[in-house]
């Protein structure tokens, strides 16, 4: 069975095409190319006021969650789960403008007799440990409550999900225009920045359904029917050898679990993201979150370029671990995973100069990673190690 068939027998998708089809028709906000939609404020009578309003979930992340929770106790692990929603929203948003005020509402959706209130509390309190550490660097959460339903026929374990909004004025937009003869600065999403205390995987929120089945063993098929679903092939369920609890050293002498690497919480770049589009941001022109369909994303904000990506950083063990038990090519674990990269940016040398020595100040890891050639056709195009592969519209 090849790779794209593969992932998506097991009732997801790394592009959304159907979801896109769906929403077409939508108003498409004030700007062409913003990385998220924005609209105007109905509440302002100032026409310079705008807003940007965005809505995620921590996806099947919750699954593994649950599956490390029943196994060792730990309620801690679901602090995570908050982080994971909400960066997929204000790291998003934060592409679009030198946000740092936000207002939140989470949604939280349970199987109330296999998910009890502690796990709840739980969510609760990584959400504001969270806001607490974005807090230092100058971007406030203020949380207006939300939605706790109990809603056992439609959710068989957990899906936890924020809403967020944002106020902005139109001058503070950042639009992209990616363009010829721009460098591509990759910011890495794993080990330990200034503001994490603990390793990061790198693994974020988007795969996890194919992680999970492809490294896990079919313990869990066996023992919790509740966290996949019946109506796909036994064959794609839990069929690598790992459990949750298998432990795995690292570099420095540093030691983990498989749970532990797979529910690593998603790493914000807001602390980059913030000071970098609130200074001069001349040669900047493009910001990329690699989440739905990771290294090939920018396509859907290029046009007339060929992203060249020949200097890539070898991808962190989480990605090798889930290569080898899956058996899938690069060109589908770089569409489905970051692989260690999880942000993009695109401009002048010299403006990313500037932004690499911000990003070393947070301890997060950078390097060039390609350029940008003209081309008829928009595509980019993946060199790594002895294999070259293409992306295109």
Not at 87 to 111: H, Y
Request: glycine share 8%.
């Amino acid at each position: 069975m090849e790779d794209s068939s593969k992932y998506e027998s097991r009732g997801v998708s790394s592009d959304k095409k159907e979801v896109h089809q769906a929403i077409r028709k939508l108003d498409q906000g004030l700007f062409a190319n913003t990385f998220c939609k924005i609209l105007a404020d109905p509440f302002s009578v100032d026409p310079e006021t705008i807003m940007m309003l965005h809505a995620d979930t921590a996806g099947t992340k919750t699954i593994l969650a649950y599956l490390y929770w029943k196994e060792t106790g730990d309620l801690n692990i679901w602090k995570g789960i908050a982080q994971d929603a909400l960066v997929m929203n204000l790291d998003d948003m934060a592409c679009s403008a030198p946000v740092n005020q936000f207002v939140i509402s989470n949604t939280i959706l349970r199987n109330k007799k296999l998910i009890p209130g502690q796990v709840l509390e739980a969510i609760i309190d990584g959400t504001m440990e969270f806001a607490n550490t974005l807090k230092a660097y100058g971007i406030v959460l203020h949380h207006a409550g939300g939605e706790t339903a109990d809603v056992g026929d439609v959710v068989r374990t957990l899906d936890v999900g924020f809403t967020a909004y944002s106020s902005l004025k139109k001058s503070s937009v950042f639009e992209i225009n990616i363009q010829p003869g721009d460098l591509v600065l990759g910011i890495g999403s794993s080990g330990q920045s200034v503001y994490e205390t603990d390793y990061n995987s790198g693994i974020a929120c988007n795969g996890l359904t194919s992680a999970r089945h492809d490294l896990l063993s079919n313990y869990y098929r066996q023992h919790f029917p509740e966290t996949f679903d019946t109506g796909i092939d036994p064959a794609l369920v839990y069929s690598g050898t790992a459990r949750m609890t298998d432990p795995v050293k690292l570099e420095n002498n540093l030691h983990t679990t498989i749970g532990q690497m797979l529910l690593s919480p998603t790493r914000t770049f807001l602390p980059l993201l913030y000071p970098m589009l609130k200074g001069d941001t001349q040669g900047l022109h493009g910001i990329i979150h690699c989440t739905g369909g990771a290294h090939s994303k920018v396509l859907k904000f290029a046009k007339g370029v060929r992203i060249v990506k020949n200097n890539l950083p070898t991808p962190p063990l989480i990605f090798d671990l889930i290569g080898k038990s899956s058996g899938a090519s690069l060109s589908e674990m770089y569409n489905v995973y970051n692989m260690g990269t999880r942000l993009e940016i695109y401009g002048t040398e010299t403006c990313l100069s500037g932004i690499q020595i911000l990003a070393n100040s947070l301890g997060l890891p950078n390097r060039i990673i390609g350029r940008v050639d003209s081309s008829p056709d928009t595509e980019v195009v993946m060199e790594y190690e002895d294999q070259t592969w293409t992306y295109s519209k």
